[in-house]
């Protein structure tokens, strides 16, 4: 009975160079997609100080277009009282 049974390992064949390329090249975007998700996960500090420097910014050019507008709002008043006037 014993005979009969066969225990030894199957006889695997070697990888080939095309699988052996296909297996490091999955594991590196495996790495690499692992990098991007920490990335978008764990905030850095210079990101998020620039962030607050834009909104800044942002809100400087808003508060300085505005009295633009009134100025010139109140520049176009005169000129249509002059044309009333006429």
Known sequence: MSAELDLSPPEVPEPTFLESVLRYGLFLGAIFQLICILA????????????????????????????????????????KESKKKR
């Open 40 to 79: 978008i996960i764990i905030p850095t500090s210079k990101g998020h100080e620039q962030e607050e420097t834009e909104a800044a910014d942002a809100k400087a050019v808003e508060q300085m277009k505005k009295p633009k507008a009134s100025m010139s709002q109140t520049r176009q008043k005169p000129k």
